[in-house]
């Protein structure tokens, strides 16, 4: 059943994770007081993050309330939106806690639709909502389903936003698709996007989290193209 894995932290959850608590922040347990202490290297402060195909939410959950990124929002298909409810409620004495520096919402989301901003909801036209950091785990398990995905990340990312892609061949296989790196690439290059693979991710999480079969890309705006001003909003 499609969500039979959503009551699961699958390793690409874990790994997304642990890479941006590398990039942005780390964290350890006082001694004294028992309480999680984090340092931030970088911020998401006033960024928009948007995790696709969220699942169970961990990697939205940890932009909230470690990184404390402005807006989260933790989107699934309806049927499986009920779990990372599920996973915010028992974490409700952490989440919107500070609703003045940061604030997770869900949103159900089918890829091939955008989110619309709500300055535009209700008026005659309609404009996409767009996001600094969008977030994906194991969403690029189907061949079929990737020109609607990459369709919502086109029509979401903001210009000087990127997107990070996480997949584990092992928990989640590419349907026996060979070459799948270079055929995201292509369909990238014609929306007008960078994909590359991040080879070298694993130096920077711990031992416990390196698993050869988790693969990380990094999808922006080819900003080289004559167009490229205009690229978010074609």
């Known amino acids: 059943p499609e ?11 874990l790994v ?6 590398a990039i942005f922040a780390s964290t350890y347990v006082d001694s004294s007081s028992g309480e ?30 470690i990184l404390q990124a402005k807006n989260v929002y933790a989107s699934e ?6 779990y990372v ?13 500070h609703p003045d520096i940061s604030q997770l919402h869900t949103k159900e989301l089918e890829w091939g639709d955008i989110l619309e901003s709500t300055s535009t909801r209700h008026s005659n036209t309609s404009e ?5 950091v969008i977030l994906g785990c194991d969403i ?8 609607v995905l990459l369709y919502t990340i086109k029509h979401s990312l903001a210009l000087d936003g990127y997107c990070l892609l ?8 590419f349907n026996k698709v060979k070459n799948i790196f270079q055929i995201i690439c292509n369909k990238c290059k014609e929306m007008g996007l960078i994909c590359t693979f991040l080879e070298n991710y694993y130096v920077m999480i711990p031992d416990a989290f390196q698993k050869e079969s988790v693969k990380l890309w990094r999808l922006e705006w080819d900003k080289t193209c004559s167009d490229s001003s205009s690229l978010s909003d074609s």
């Open 3 to 13: 969500s039979s894995g959503q009551r699961c932290l699958w390793a690409a959850g």
């Open 16 to 21: 997304m994770t642990r890479y941006l608590e």
């Open 36 to 65: 999680i202490v984090v340092n931030r290297r970088a911020s998401l402060h006033n960024s928009n993050v948007l995790e696709l195909g969220c699942g169970a939410g961990l990697p939205a959950i940890y932009c909230h309330m």
């Open 77 to 82: 298909q309806s049927s499986c939106l009920g």
């Open 85 to 97: 409810k599920d996973n915010m409620h028992l974490n409700r004495e952490n989440i919107n806690c």
């Open 128 to 132: 996409p909502l767009k996001f600094d």
């Open 140 to 147: 690029t398990f189907n061949i079929q389903l990737l020109d």
């Open 166 to 173: 996480c997949h584990d061949e092992e928990s989640c296989p």
